[in-house]
């Protein structure tokens, strides 16, 4: 029964699809720049699945090749990313996306 | 050998345009009189240099006489290609000698003029960028290079004509010059942008070889619109009013555009661009009668003018016309000849003229002068000699070139051109007698019993306005500084010396009693030697075979073209014989008019016994009037209407309204950036979707 269940790559990329939609839905709805923070991070990886699953069925590395620097960006990404939000967080005690809208035309 | 040398024509135009550089820049510090030594020196230098360009051209064999050195590439535009080069052949070589020798005689002259003028340094810089310009004219090989002479020519004049500028009638006149020669600018560019559509090149030695095989529209064209280009530069009918009123620069400035430069550099395009004309045998035509006209109507405007500048600028137009006359005969020869004796007399008349103002307090008005030969001897000699030169009395000058232009008139057939300028002779002969009479003989009118200045009396009604104007410029001056504005200025600017026609009353002497006295040395050698030059200019060019020299000289340039010649000596004599009775008539009338003066001041002769027609003359047919009646008129009208209703409203109202447009839409779209950064986020998923389904139904397909 469980033998026969063979996994395709479509099963990777329903859940990749899925999570990407958590994150998109995620960055779109809260509020929290942390938690916009975090989906984003979900969107990322939803992107490094897809890249695999490929290179999985595929037979090509180049996949799992990009995924190491879809990771070292990300981490760059964090980096720099909290340290804003620490910034910000030390000047307005508080970081509501909606808040920070001096840009406005 | 020789060809080395003529390659270094271009010395000549650039030793002024040193001279005007150093003086632009330093020419306030160095002062006078170095200044003026300066520009006198480099004058002189370039006609030394002119002088070793002549002995290099003679050096060469008679059909080699034309040497094309290319200093660089100046313009290379698709197929066009203008070079920056210059042209050395007889005729620019003749005209390098008359601008470089004349006009180191007039820059020593003006040393002595100038003396005490506080921008003594800046007018030697104008003068020197003045010669540097007619030099680059003349010398350039291709008509852009000449058109580059041509415009730096009639900036100068509107620099030095304006040059006394805190007198609101020398900046006026300075403006109308400028304008008015831009009239005959336009035509030499058309006149070029044909030669570049048509020929592809602008060099005068091609022009010329492809100008015979053209078709007879594109040479009538190219022709006529050379033409009103040297009607505006020399000053022919209609574009004459500048030359007049340019009387407002100072003196030297007069003589060096009516002797040396500007003026006859119309004659000389004409003469250089002579293919063309010969080409089109319709141009002749209307050269010779534009010329022969301009003659007889300047000469007829000379004979009632107040003014002693006036006359002689009535009188070079006149002169100037016969020129034109020439060129429209194909005597091209006899116009350059006549251009070089017209450079010695009026030379020397103009700063004869200069030499009577500047003795004279400024006044200029000839009705209270007289007698003068006894206080200024010399300048009364050089004028003298001056006048027989001009009128064309045997052997001066003025009776080998002007009789040769109306032999050749004949010679061609063109009677009526013929009659006219024979007429025109006579004028000559009267209006100059008038003029030295008045001036230097007869009886003294400047003894101060004369009727004040501006006062009623005047048979017009304009002299009331110029009356008050004179009034109101008096005010004005005392009103900016009592005292010593004149002494800081070297010139009182409220004082008007011009004389116009309409003030039939005679000006007040501002002699108070005093003789009027002779001027400097240095004033009175260049007018001796001009005086001299007047004499025996004529021995360049006898009419003999063999004694004509300038004819042989010019030979090269004007090689195909057949110059009107007399069959035979008797037929030449007899011609110049009927020329010489009609002026010496002309010189009769004047002198049995003029011999003993003016009993009354306020009467002149002529001006007596013409009534309407006289008035009619000494306007010079109302054509200056006219103009600016037109101009004044409908003229700004059509002005204000494009300047109110097109620019204003169509023009700038469509620049408008494009920022408005863009202005408007930005504040639209402005509230698009509403710093909502979850709401941008949006927009990037939204795009996103957009391109994938695009990139879906459209291109996976």
């Known amino acids: ?105 | 050998m020789e060809r080395d040398l003529l390659d270094w024509i271009g010395v000549v135009p650039l030793l002024p345009l040193i001279g005007a550089a150093v003086l632009l820049l330093f020419g306030k510090r160095i002062g006078e009189p170095v200044a003026g030594w300066i520009a006198t020196g480099l004058m002189v230098l370039a006609f030394v240099w002119s002088l070793v360009m002549l002995a290099a051209i003679l050096g060469l064999p008679e059909d080699a006489r034309s040497q094309t050195s290319v200093a660089f590439t100046w313009l290379s535009v698709d197929q066009l290609q203008v070079n920056f080069g210059f042209l050395a052949d007889p005729l620019s070589i003749t005209w390098i000698l008359l601008v470089t020798g004349v006009g180191s005689l007039i820059f020593l002259y003006s040393i002595g003029y100038m003396h005490r003028d506080p921008n003594f340094g800046r007018f030697f810089a104008y003068m020197s960028l003045f010669a540097g310009s007619m030099l680059l004219l003349v010398t350039g090989s291709s008509y852009l290079l000449t058109f580059l002479g041509w415009e730096g020519v009639g900036l100068c004049s509107y620099l030095l004509i304006a040059f006394w500028f805190e007198r609101t009638s020398a900046a006026v006149a300075g403006k109308k010059a400028f304008v008015t020669n831009r009239v005959g600018d336009v035509g030499f560019l058309l006149a070029m942008f044909i030669l570049i559509a048509e020929f592809g090149t602008l060099d005068y030695g091609a022009t010329g070889a492809a100008a015979p095989g053209a078709s007879s529209g594109t040479v009538t064209a190219v022709a006529l619109l050379l033409l009103l280009a040297a009607v505006g530069k020399s000053a022919q009918i209609p574009l004459f009013p500048w030359l007049t009123d340019a009387m407002e620069g100072p003196t030297p400035v007069s003589a060096l555009i009516h002797a040396a430069t500007m003026v006859t550099a119309g004659v000389f395009l004409i003469a250089r661009a002579h293919p063309f004309f010969d080409a089109s045998g319709d141009a002749l035509t209307v050269v010779a009668w534009v010329g022969v006209l301009t003659a007889l109507f300047a000469g007829g405007a000379a004979l009632l003018q107040p003014d002693l500048k006036r006359v002689l600028a009535y009188s070079t137009i006149s002169q100037l016309g016969y020129m034109f006359l020439a060129l429209g005969v194909q005597a091209y020869t006899a116009a350059v000849f006549m251009v070089l004796m017209h450079a010695f007399f009026k030379g020397c008349l103009f700063l004869g003229a200069g030499s009577v103002i500047h003795g004279n307090e400024e006044n200029q008005d000839i009705r209270i002068m007289g007698r003068f030969r006894r206080f200024l001897p010399y300048t009364a000699i050089g004028m003298t000699i001056a006048w027989l030169a001009i009128a064309g009395v045997p052997p001066l000058a003025g009776f080998w070139s002007k009789d040769e232009i109306l032999e050749s008139a004949f010679i061609a057939g063109d009677y009526g051109v013929w009659v006219l300028g024979l007429i025109a002779a006579v004028f000559t002969g009267l209006y100059m007698t008038r003029l030295i009479q008045l001036v230097f003989y007869g009886n003294e009118r400047f003894r101060g019993d004369a009727v004040p200045a501006v006062s009623g009396g005047s048979d017009d009604d304009v002299s009331a306005t110029d009356a008050a104007t004179t009034a109101t410029a008096e005010q004005d001056g005392q009103e900016i500084d009592p005292a010593d504005r004149p002494d800081a200025l070297g010139y009182d600017p409220a004082f008007l010396p011009t004389v116009d026609f309409t003030e039939a009353t005679p000006r007040t002497s501002r002699l108070d009693g005093h003789d009027p006295h002779e001027s400097p040395v240095i004033m009175l050698i260049p007018i001796l030697a001009l005086a001299t030059l007047s004499v025996l200019g004529g021995l360049i060019n006898l009419p003999l075979k063999g004694l004509d020299f300038l004819d042989q000289f010019l030979e090269p340039v004007f090689k195909g073209v057949s110059q009107p010649e007399p069959d035979s000596f008797v037929e030449g004599l007899s011609l110049e014989g009927i020329a010489v009775v009609l002026a010496l008539i002309g010189i009769g009338i004047g002198l049995l008019l003029y011999r003993k003066g003016l009993r009354n001041a306020a009467e002149d002769p002529i001006r007596e016994h013409t009534g309407s027609v006289g008035r009619f003359l000494g306007h010079a047919y109302y054509v200056d009037d006219g103009q600016a009646a037109f101009f004044g008129g409908p003229g700004r009208a059509t002005a204000e209407f494009l300047d109110e209703d097109v620019d204003q409203k169509v023009i700038d109202g469509g620049v408008n309204g494009m920022a408005k447009l863009v202005r408007d839409a930005g504040q639209g779209l402005r509230h698009v950036q509403d710093g909502l950064v979850r709401r941008y986020a949006l927009g990037i998923l939204l795009g996103a979707v957009a391109i994938l389904l695009f990139l879906l139904v459209y291109v996976a397909r």
């Open chain 1, 1 to 105: 029964m469980i033998a026969a269940l063979e996994i395709t790559p479509s099963y990777y990329l329903i859940l990749a699809a899925a999570l990407f939609t958590i994150g998109a839905v995620g960055v779109l709805v809260r509020r929290n720049v942390i938690v916009m923070f975090m989906s984003v991070e979900l969107m990322l990886n939803a992107v490094n699945l897809t890249f695999v699953a490929f290179a999985k069925a595929l037979n090509d590395t180049a996949g799992q090749v990009l995924v190491f620097f879809t990771l070292v960006v990300a981490a760059a990404e964090v980096a720099v990313g909290l340290a804003i939000i620490v910034a910000i967080f030390r000047r307005r005690r508080g970081a509501t996306a909606d808040d920070l809208r001096v840009l406005e035309g």
